[in-house]
């Protein structure tokens, strides 16, 4: 399990995180839904990055949020639906990884669940997320939630 701290390294004073790109982060997909991630979640302020079709949230880095990960084969990982969006869930002890499932590209988000509760960012980034159409659907929803 990778912690949020494998993913960033901050450099300069201007506070831009380092991410690194997933192989597809090309995709015109990612675009789509890059445009539309929010300004905040949780408090956490997003920062720039300087890699293409990734967000991160926080300073030091909360969330971080890569477009064009390739997307997960089908998993025993337990599956959560939210708006319409299933995410596969990886619970570390320093931090959880969501990976929409059924999307290509497919999104992944790494963050601290004691810092932003995962039902928040969850609520927060499935609209984005949404902007990928769905190819597939996880076949077991441990929990499905529809989030106004």
């Known amino acids: 399990m990778a912690s949020l701290a494998g993913f960033l390294v901050l450099s300069g004073c ?6 690194q790109s997933a ?3 090309g995709n015109p997909l990612c675009a789509e839904m890059m445009v539309v991630l929010p300004p905040e979640i949780s408090e956490q302020q997003k920062r ?11 300073d030091p880095a909360q969330l971080v949020l890569r477009c064009g990960v390739t997307p997960p084969p089908p998993s025993t990982d337990p ?3 939210v708006n319409g969006v299933d995410w596969l869930a990886k619970e570390g002890d ?4 969501l990976t929409t499932y059924g999307r290509v590209p497919a999104t992944e988000l790494v ?7 995962s ?6 980034l499935s609209s984005a997320a949404s902007k990928i ?4 659907a996880c076949s077991t929803v441990s929990k499905t939630v529809d989030v106004p």
């Open 14 to 19: 201007a506070s831009i995180a380092n991410v």
């Open 48 to 58: 720039q990055t300087n890699s293409q079709a990734t967000a991160v949230w926080g």
């Open 94 to 97: 320093e931090a959880w990884t």
């Open 119 to 124: 039902s928040t960012v969850l609520a927060t």
């Open 23 to 25: 192989d597809d982060a």
């Open 79 to 81: 599956c959560v639906s």
């Open 133 to 136: 159409p769905a190819e597939r």
């Open 111 to 117: 963050f601290d669940p004691n810092v932003i509760p």
